[in-house]
């Protein structure tokens, strides 16, 4: 395991570590949290105007900071949709360096796959970021900071965490609306186990899987409070996601600054009771009376996905 606390990374280990600390608080109680819903039928142009009406419509200030886009890359199969479409990638870069944005990174460690570039190139970010190697960084393998968890849902005590994504002054999370075998969705909260390090606890990061995945969803949410996260849901998947599910096109973006609310709202256009979701009920998210929508209502865009058998109880009613 590398030692973070050494030369240049004393600093950043030091300042990372302490913005994750403030994170670990947890957060009692919030105001109601504005979430957007916006309808984006297809990958193309206009999501470029849509990513930048959304940004500005929740007044995300990122200039002179440090920004690290957060896709969801888990595989690849030619015929699936398991990944963040990287157009939608591309929108958000763009967008915050024309906010103003200092530095603009897309970090991502996934769980299966130990090479990481292979799986950004089979998924096309090669070819839609020309420079990609430049302004990647594998959390896999960055310099890690040990960071306490005070008051863990999980068993856990501490974890490692990249530098890359503890260091920035904001993490956006583009996550993939996805149903999932084990917790029932995969949103913008599930997309945050790609922050822990492979290079630490191995492929494929059991160690979360044992101390449970719902609680530790909730524990990486608490560690990082600067967030933003717009899920990609114009090409969903249903059924048995997050990888061998079928594609469902739900025609759908959704933001916000609370991946928590976010993800409520995520589950209610899915069709799926958001009460009924482990991370949610630890994070006291889920009530609708803690949300409200800016732009379409989830009643206009809602796509029932189809749940596995064992899931049928979170259905919403």
Known sequence: MRNAACSRRQFVGASAAAVALAGCERRESRPP??????????????LYDTVSRMIREHRIDVRGKRVVLKPNLVEFD?????NTHPLLVHAAYEALRAAGAADVRIGEGPGHRRITLDLAEAAGYFRTFPNFEDIFTDLNRDEVTQVPLSRP??????????NTALGCDLLVSLAKMKTHHWVGATLSMKNLFGLVPGGVYGWPK????WAGISECIADLYHIFPKTFAIVDGIEGMEGN?????????AGVLVAGVDLAAVDSTCCRIMGIDPMKIGYLQFVGAGAEQGVRHL???????RSDFRLLPQFQSIRLA
């Not at 030619?78 to 398991?82: D, E, L, Q, R």
């Not at 849902?153 to 990249?162: Q, T, W």
């Not at 732009?295 to 865009?301: F, N, S, Y």
């Open 78 to 82: 030619p015929g699936s949709v398991i």
């Open 295 to 301: 732009g379409e209502p989830v009643a206009a865009v």
């Open 206 to 209: 059991n160690l979360l899987h």
């Open 241 to 249: 996601g997050p990888i061998q599910g079928t594609s469902k096109h």
């Open 33 to 46: 949290s504005a979430v957007s819903i916006v309808r984006a039928p297809r990958y193309d142009a206009a």
């Open 153 to 162: 849902f999980s068993g856990i005590r501490s974890l490692y965490l990249p």
